[in-house]
């Protein structure tokens, strides 16, 4: 007999706090899927009680307990497991905290929380005997925790990449593609229930730093450190650097990246240059992709939904199923929160933004007369950089200037920035130069 039937339990209550586009999703997964859910679980999975402070909810909640408190459903005695879905980093913070405190396992899809707060809070809830679960946290509806702590397990992780921005994904897109106004697509990003409450997450490369910072974590087994991931959002992304890239035969992304060498752990999140004949630079929209190189089983490749009511509702519905089947088992802590044992979770080297070694894209206006291209090419000689690829336009009509993009070999970024200094000031370069970082993904 399981430790469920020991106890009586008939089903596993559910709690849900927010009632947003997730907590709405989640609602209606648990109730549309309950036999599917049931079946797995091994026992009947049901939303008792949901906490929100919207008087019109848009789900038939007759058979369901409603509290305008969302502590409410933390104090309930019923509830074995508590669903964060309100987001941001106070009442979320307070509320898992009591939660987990009054015995109950949580389920977040908040990154922000468990990046920033995620280390004390696995302890809380270690010290406790519960566990926090929060697979949505990253890419939607992709599986990618479960399969880096779970599916991965035998491996040493050397680095991976991924699109883990849906927002900043579905922009690159339409822009590209149609053609569309930065504002107008974030507008249609905000009303698909893609964007954060405050977008310039998403621009900003905050959301994506908050998923990295997790991906890394569970990746090389170190406490959460969002604090040292590096963050370049896309809105400095100019149509003319992604035409130029195609020309290049590259596809701009943003890309969060995380790799471990013998000379630490990098974090960093930016526009990147991927080759078009990579599958990551056919990932388009709303969907997410991450690229994880294990030294076992080599490069393997996770797409999906990376945001929306259902994707992310498969997530949370997941780890809830992953709970119930362990209370059903006897037994919640079979994988810990990073997938490490807690006590071999340790702290790793970081490698500065400067030593960080990439090739890299520089466009550049320039005056249009003899001897200026040698300048250029003395500047990166002097510091060792090898250019693989170079455009050069001719003017347009009556214009003296011309644009010149520069592809570069691997170069350290403490490098190219004291020749982008040394560029910027010859009297034959104008304005800022644009530089974005290239991956060629493999190895
Ligand atoms: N704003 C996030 C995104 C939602 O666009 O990816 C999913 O985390």
Same mark, same amino acid.
């Given at each position: &007999?399981?430790?469920?039937?020991?106890?009586?339990?008939?089903?596993?209550?559910?709690?849900?706090?927010?009632?947003?586009?997730?907590?709405?999703?989640?609602?209606?997964?648990?109730?549309?899927?309950?036999?599917?859910?049931?079946?797995?679980?091994?026992?009947?999975?049901?939303?008792?009680?949901?906490?929100?402070?919207?008087?019109?909810?848009?789900?038939?909640?007759?058979?369901?307990?409603?509290?305008?408190?969302?502590?409410?459903?933390?104090?309930?005695?019923?509830?074995?497991?508590?669903?964060?879905?309100?987001?941001?980093?106070?009442?979320?913070?307070?509320?898992?905290?009591?939660?987990?405190?009054?015995?109950?396992?949580?389920?977040?899809?908040?990154?922000?929380?468990?990046?920033?707060?995620?280390?004390?809070?696995?302890?809380?809830?270690?010290?406790?005997?519960?566990?926090?679960?929060?697979?949505?946290?990253?890419?939607?509806?992709?599986?990618?925790?479960?399969?880096?702590?779970?599916?991965?397990?035998?491996?040493?992780?050397?680095?991976?990449?991924?699109?883990?921005?849906?927002?900043?994904?579905?922009?690159?897109?339409? &822009?590209?593609?149609?053609?569309?106004?930065?504002?107008?697509?974030?507008?249609?990003?905000?009303?698909?229930?893609?964007?954060?409450?405050?977008?310039?997450?998403?621009?900003?490369?905050?959301?994506?730093?908050?998923?990295?910072?997790?991906?890394?974590?569970?990746?090389?087994?170190?406490?959460?450190?969002?604090?040292?991931?590096?963050?370049?959002?896309?809105?400095?992304?100019?149509?003319?650097?992604?035409?130029?890239?195609?020309?290049?035969?590259?596809?701009?992304?943003?890309?969060?990246?995380?790799?471990?060498?013998?000379?630490?752990?990098? &974090?960093?999140?930016?526009?990147?240059?991927?080759?078009?004949?990579?599958?990551?630079?056919?990932?388009?929209?709303?969907?997410?992709?991450?690229?994880?190189?294990?030294?076992?089983?080599?490069?393997?490749?996770?797409?999906?939904?990376?945001?929306?009511?259902?994707?992310?509702?498969?997530?949370?519905?997941?780890?809830?199923?992953?709970?119930?089947?362990?209370?059903?088992?006897?037994?919640?802590?079979?994988?810990?929160?990073?997938?490490?044992?807690?006590?071999?979770?340790?702290?790793?080297?970081?490698?500065?933004?400067?030593?960080?070694?990439?090739?890299?894209?520089?466009?550049?206006?320039?005056?249009?007369?003899?001897?200026? &291209?040698?300048?250029?090419?003395?500047?990166?000689?002097?510091?060792?950089?090898?250019?693989?690829?170079?455009?050069?336009?001719?003017?347009?009509?009556?214009?003296?200037?011309?644009?010149?993009?520069?592809?570069?070999?691997?170069?350290?970024?403490?490098?190219?920035?004291?020749?982008?200094?040394?560029?910027?000031?010859?009297?034959?370069?104008?304005?800022?130069?644009?530089?974005?970082?290239?991956?060629?993904?493999?190895?």
């Amino acid at each position: &007999m399981n430790k469920t039937q020991e106890q009586g339990l008939e089903s596993i209550n559910v709690g849900i706090c927010g009632l947003g586009t997730v907590g709405g999703g989640v609602f209606n997964l648990l109730q549309g899927n309950a036999e599917v859910i049931a079946a797995r679980a091994r026992v009947p999975v049901v939303a008792t009680h949901v906490g929100t402070r919207s008087d019109k909810p848009d789900y038939d909640l007759d058979s369901v307990q409603v509290s305008a408190d969302i502590f409410d459903v933390v104090r309930d005695p019923d509830v074995h497991i508590v669903v964060e879905l309100i987001g941001g980093t106070t009442v979320a913070r307070e509320l898992v905290e009591a939660a987990l405190a009054a015995g109950k396992h949580v389920v977040t899809a908040n990154k922000a929380l468990i990046a920033e707060y995620g280390n004390e809070l696995f302890a809380l809830a270690q010290q406790h005997g519960v566990c926090v679960r929060f697979e949505a946290a990253v890419a939607g509806g992709i599986p990618i925790i479960k399969a880096l702590r779970e599916g991965l397990a035998g491996n040493r992780i050397q680095w991976l990449a991924g699109i883990i921005n849906g927002t900043g994904n579905f922009i690159l897109t339409e &822009m590209r593609d149609k053609n569309r106004e930065f504002a107008d697509v974030l507008a249609e990003a905000q009303a698909l229930g893609y964007a954060e409450a405050d977008p310039t997450f998403d621009v900003e490369g905050i959301d994506a730093a908050h998923k990295l910072a997790i991906l890394a974590a569970i990746a090389f087994g170190m406490p959460l450190q969002m604090a040292s991931v590096y963050a370049e959002g896309i809105a400095k992304l100019t149509p003319r650097d992604v035409d130029y890239a195609r020309e290049l035969g590259y596809t701009i992304k943003h890309l969060g990246v995380a790799r471990q060498s013998e000379a630490g752990v990098e &974090m960093r999140v930016h526009p990147t240059l991927i080759p078009q004949r990579r599958l990551l630079a056919n990932v388009d929209g709303v969907k997410n992709a991450v690229l994880v190189e294990g030294d076992a089983v080599g490069p393997t490749l996770y797409y999906g939904a990376g945001a929306g009511a259902a994707p992310t509702a498969s997530a949370v519905v997941a780890d809830i199923v992953d709970l119930a089947r362990e209370l059903s088992a006897g037994q919640v802590d079979r994988v810990a929160p990073l997938g490490f044992a807690p006590d071999a979770v340790q702290t790793l080297p970081l490698v500065p933004m400067a030593q960080v070694v990439t090739p890299w894209y520089l466009r550049m206006e320039a005056e249009d007369k003899p001897g200026v &291209m040698s300048e250029v090419a003395r500047i990166f000689s002097e510091r060792g950089i090898s250019i693989e690829g170079l455009i050069q336009k001719a003017p347009a009509d009556g214009e003296t200037r011309v644009p010149v993009v520069v592809l570069t070999n691997r170069t350290a970024q403490a490098d190219i920035d004291s020749a982008l200094q040394a560029l910027e000031e010859l009297d034959t370069i104008h304005g800022e130069i644009a530089r974005i970082r290239v991956e060629t993904l493999d190895g």
